[in-house]
Nanobody
């Protein structure tokens, strides 16, 4: 299984970007999909996740009210709409998937760079 992110790029502060995540390889039943990010010199941090069957979402406080995670129309796809971007949102964004409650995220993408200029 391979997750693939797309949609990153360079944007000015206050702008928007939309990230997408898709999967390839064997089919799997997702319990939850998530976005994480890692800025230079910092540890990877949680951004948002969505529980697949219920569509319920959880966000990090730093992005709440600005970012929206959504399931895609196809199985095991999702998007992250990022509005009112700030320079501190600059990071490599990764999508991930896990198969059951309480389990670790086992499938990861390679990441897509998001750069927000001031």
């Amino acid at each position: 299984v391979q997750l693939v992110e797309s949609g990153g790029g360079l944007v000015q502060a206050g702008g928007s970007l939309r990230l997408s995540c898709g999967s390839s390889g064997r089919d799997f039943n997702t319990y939850a999909m998530a976005w994480f990010r890692q800025a230079p010199g910092k540890e990877r941090e949680f951004v948002a996740h969505i529980i697949w069957d219920f569509g319920s979402a959880t966000y990090a406080d730093s992005v709440k009210g600005r970012f929206t995670i959504s399931r895609g129309n196809a199985k095991n796809t999702m998007t992250l709409q990022m509005n009112r971007l700030k320079p501190e949102d600059t990071a490599v964004y990764y999508c991930a998937a896990k198969l059951g409650v309480g389990e670790e995220y086992v499938y990861w993408g390679q990441g897509t760079q998001v750069t927000v200029s001031s």
